[in-house]
C-alpha cells in the first residue's frame, strides 16, 4: 500500500530561521514528489515541485529528494509568521497522488 | 475566473437531500480530480477524470456520483449522505502528462 508520512508537529520556530520540514514515502514506483501549504480554512497550495534526486531552490524555499532513502524534505529559509500553515507532502503515482496528513509549522515573531 | 473554481462554498444538507457540487478549471488541463478531507487525516483521492473518462474510483460509496461532461466541468452529485461525510471536498485540475494539481477553494459540506 502506498503511504507518505509525515511529522504532525506542531514545528515550532523563531521568525528568520530554517524550517525543516521531512517526509518518507513507501512505494519506490512514485516519480514525483509536491509540496503544498494549506492555511486553516483554505485548500492546498502547490509551493514546491521535485522530480530528481538532490536539491531544488525557489526562492526561500527548497526541496530535497533521495530517492535511495526513500525521503523529501522542504527547507523554508528566513522563516516569516505568515510562513504559518500545515505543509502536506504528496507523492506522485500515474495520476494519483498519495498524500501525508500534514505538518503543522508556527513561526513565532 | 481564473484557476479552479468551485461552487457552493458552504453547503448543509439533511440525509434525505440530492444535491450536487460543481468544479470548473480554467487552466487548459485535461485531467480533474475530486478529494474529500476530513479533520486530521490526509487528502482522500475519490475520482479522477483524464480526457473526461473516469479512471480511477477509489472505492468511493455509490451515493457519490461523479460526472465529467467536458474537460472544463467537473460535478459531483450526493444523494442519502451520512454524517461521517460532512468534510471538505476538493476539486483539483492538472495535465494529464504532469501530475501538479491545482486546487478549487473546496466545499465545506455539513450533513445533519
Known amino acids: 500500500q502506498k503511504e507518505v508520512e509525515q511529522n504532525s508537529g506542531p514545528l515550532s520556530v523563531p521568525e528568520g530561521a530554517i524550517a525543516s520540514l521531512n517526509c518518507t514515502y513507501s512505494?519506490?514506483?512514485?516519480?514525483?514528489f509536491f509540496w503544498y501549504r494549506q492555511y486553516s480554512g483554505k485548500s492546498p497550495e502547490l509551493i514546491m515541485f521535485?522530480?530528481?534526486?538532490g536539491d531544488k531552490e525557489d526562492g526561500r524555499f527548497t526541496a530535497q529528494l533521495n530517492k535511495a532513502s526513500q525521503y523529501v524534505s522542504l527547507l523554508i529559509r528566513d522563516s516569516q509568521p505568515s510562513d504559518s500553515a500545515t505543509y502536506l507532502c504528496?507523492?506522485?503515482?500515474?495520476?494519483?497522488?498519495?498524500f501525508g496528513a500534514g505538518t503543522i509549522l508556527r513561526v513565532k515573531s | 475566473e481564473t484557476g479552479v473554481t468551485q461552487t457552493p462554498r458552504h453547503l448543509v444538507m439533511g440525509m434525505t437531500n440530492k444535491k450536487s457540487l460543481k468544479c470548473e478549471q480554467h487552466?487548459?488541463?485535461?485531467?480533474m480530480y475530486w478529494y474529500k478531507q476530513s479533520a486530521k487525516k490526509p487528502l482522500e483521492l475519490m475520482f479522477v477524470?483524464?480526457?473526461?473518462?473516469?479512471?480511477e474510483n477509489n472505492s468511493v460509496p455509490s451515493r457519490f456520483s461523479p460526472e465529467c461532461p467536458n474537460s472544463s466541468h467537473l460535478f459531483l452529485h450526493l444523494h442519502t449522505l451520512q454524517p461521517e461525510d460532512s468534510a471538505l471536498y476538493l476539486c483539483?485540475?492538472?495535465?494529464?502528462?504532469?501530475?501538479?494539481?491545482?486546487f478549487g477553494p473546496g466545499t465545506r459540506l455539513t450533513v445533519l
Open positions: 483539483a485540475s492538472s495535465t494529464f502528462k504532469y501530475n501538479e494539481q491545482f
Open positions: 512505494d519506490r514506483g512514485s516519480q514525483s
Open positions: 521535485i522530480y530528481s534526486n
Open positions: 504528496a507523492a506522485g503515482y500515474g495520476n494519483k497522488l498519495v
Open positions: 477524470y483524464s480526457l473526461e473518462e473516469r479512471v
Open positions: 487552466l487548459g488541463h485535461n485531467a
